[in-house]
């Protein structure tokens, strides 16, 4: 069930994305109020708006239920899995010591083992 409504949601939101795109903008309604044609559409003169607009009001509607449910199934699956249950680690096994680089009294080194020039220069 989970995946037929996620199948759904998807494809709700395709189309829904797809209608969204068609639909004219406030600013694209001046150039039909002169006559561009717009009484030869398949809608009629008074365009697709009304329709694109519930259409997408509705695809809306189903894009909000099916997204209430698939975070129902969410909730349901992880309360049965115990999403907090943390199997236990394996104790970590000790670490060897690494090994200590030999330094020698005489070499001349800073404070973090890198060379100091010479004092003078």
Known sequence: METLVLV???????????????????????????????????????????????????LALVFFLTSLGLAVYAKKASVAAGALDVAPAAPAAPQPALPSLPTSPASSSGSMGLPVAPAGQ
């Open 8 to 58: 759904v949601h998807v494809l709700v939101a395709v189309v829904m994305i797809g209608l969204i795109l068609l639909q004219q903008g406030k600013g694209a309604e001046a150039g039909a109020s002169f006559g561009a044609g717009a009484s030869g559409t398949v809608f009629g003169s008074a365009g697709s708006a009304g329709f694109l607009v519930k259409f997408t009001a509705a």
